[in-house]
């Protein structure tokens, strides 16, 4: 038999997606377009470039239109486009003081040097259905705002920075090597350094990053952190200019970042607070916050709580491996089934527990002996 | 390189044809560029109704390199879990990525594939890898399992004996025989460095003692070369005595645990199972596959309607799960599994001569059983 060619199931899958398509353009409405996912559904793309671990808003609208507003999926096909690309460089490491916040609060302290600063947020608003969005836009209710020029953003002191300065926060070990480990070219092995810890909680799921730090504070782990501060704002992304050595600034992220200490004290002599940090790509003050209660739960490395545990933190938060894994079981498992069923039939007819008449009341150990279980 | 290269002239095929053997294209030091000439060379001549704007097999050469550089790693100690970077594939993880990247770095354009899941060629999810590795690699494709150089497959081994020229990449879900007895990795990974199985002989002693004999369906765990235990990935426990001593490499890939490993030709491969308590495979008893007949192979059952006995009724009906062997049998009943080797008597698990010294160890236990 020479070549075969098998095109009943090609057919079938190509059918599929034509009507997973036809999902998106059924009704008679405008096409959703990519500018205006990008610029109105801001927290879509941000978790999908989050959880994708690449910052790219565009092609993130644009997984998220293909997607259908799944942002697992999108996610999912920004880290396979990822995959693909060639790696250039390194960016250099940027200091978060230097953010030009658009939003920072910190829980810690009535006032901080730079002040609290709300900024665009509907924390303090009540959540009721606005029905006027049904009747289209209202307009720009900024608008009519009195601005004045106030010149450049001030840099703002982390507030971890002045605790630090104080002698207040529990410095942590120096890292065993210099460069971090880039968790997505070389796999994490347990136990995991804390720089493989931080980028994958940074790549986590939303949702599995939210339970877990939830977990915590619900009760099962110690760690009920006071936030020192949470801000969202532009970040520069500086790589070394190839010529002339220095550093330039090559464009900005948005990301939302999150400090927390905890007050665990490490030492009774001197005591001090633990910490956490989180930060994520884009606007999810959620996942950030959960992120910063996972760093400071797994720093305390006990394998009290599962918060605690890096392994089951690290095995569970990855949306990728999890989405993946959970609808594989929609894969046909027939083989492994009649396995099963083979085992469960042997047992029942040990126990007489079978009237089926499939096998006689022979010991099934004696038959269908393999060869294998022999000598080597 | 993520572009495809311009269509200069080349010399066609040269360089990625010998993909083929994880060796040959290793030989680089650490660090240095791979040589892309001879890439460039073989792309060139092919058709361009790849993927645009991806590069041949998908995935870059580094990685490629990189999960080759896994597999001799893992070919050199048998049954040992190699951890790889495992990259985010086109195709969700769970479903085939570690096999298939697996399986793009060691394809060229002159090789000849074949994509099983649960011993289906005409399975969706097989569909799709095999259209991956047809858009992106330009191999050919296959169905005939002598005619593969290369098998990718999901939970099954097939029927027919594999060569010493041919490879088999099994994707695997889980990677560990230990995970059933400890979920943490960093403790497994510490008994395997010890060669302390000593939890696993214990889970299995304490399922003779509850059920009378030892419950593992799929996924038996397994001895290979003496040394490692070993999760064969979920094939039937009828497909794991094929693996020991066999004349083909067979390379274990997970994408979502990012673990690689191998049983390479003639390593010994043995489940565990005590004196008392043999390893046993699958029972058929007086079944034979309603289609070709065949007694001596992996059959699955199927639950029918059976209209002649009422509206309600339903009758089960056994098939060969090898859907490509059983349409072999269907012209030539028979067919043995060694039919294309130039010996007979080939050892290869159950229903094979040297194996049980007839070619019925499926029906081995009829002792009067009546089946339906």
New interface residues.
Partial sequence: ??????T???E??ER?EQLFEKQRVDDNVDALGVDQIEGQLGRLTGQAMSEGGLYAPRLAALAVKQAQGDTVEAA?LL??Y?????RFDATATVDPGEMIASRRVSPAFKDVPGGQILGATKDYTQRLLDFDLLEGEPGDPTAEWDLDDEGDPERLTTVTELLRSEGLLHEPEEPERDEPNDT????????PERDEVLQELARGETGAVTALGYSALRGYGQVHPTLAEVRVGRLPVRIEHPYTGEDVTVTHTEITESEAVVPVYEKRADPQFAFGYGLTFGRNERKAIGMTVLDASIQLDSEAEPAERA?FVL?TVDG??S??????LK??????F???????R??RE??GLSD?????D?Q??D???????DD? | ??EQPAADEGAPGEGTTDGGTPTATDTADGGTPVPTASVDAALASLEDDGLRG??YA???EH?KREVRRAMLKAVAIPGHQV????????L????G?GGIQASLSLLGPGDTFKVI????????????I??LADNTADV?????T??ADLIQS???IPEEVLTDDQRLVLQV?ITDPLRNVDP???AN?RRHAHANYGKMWVHLYENVVE???I?????YPTMVA?RYLMDPS?????D??KL?DADHLTILAAG?E??IYAVPPHT????L?FT????????F?DQACHACGSTDT????VSEEATDRGADAFETRYAC?DTSFCE?RREHPELSKDHHLDREGV?W??GTP???ADDD??S??D??????
């Fill in positions: 038999m020479g070549y075969v060619a098998v009943a199931g090609e079938i899958i599929a999912f880290r396979a990822r995959s693909t690309l060639e997505t070219r070389e796999s994490v092995t347990h136990p392994e095995d990728m491996d989405f993946g894994f959970i609808e594989h894969l046909p498992h027939y083989v492994t009649q396995s099963i069923l083979d085992r469960i042997a047992i040990r126990q089926d008449g499939r096998v006689a022979d099934p150990a038959s269908a002996v393999a060869e294998a279980s080597d | 390189m993520t991806y590069n998908y995935l870059d990685t951890p790889y970077a495992s990259r985010p594939m086109p969700a993880r769970g479903w990525t899941d649960q011993g289906a060629d005409g399975s969706v999810n097989a569909a799709n095999r259209r050919t494709t296959t169905t005939d002598t005619g999901r939970h099954r879900p943490s990795d960093a990974r059920y009378g004999e419950n593992i369906a799929a996924r003496g979920p094939i039937p426990r009828w794991v005595p020991d979502r990012a673990r010994a491969v043995e489940p199972a008392d308590r043999e390893f046993t495979v699958e029972r008893p992996y059959l699955v059952e799960n072999k050892d698990g159950p040297d194996a049980a160890t499926g081995a236990a002792q009067g059983g009546t089946g339906q």
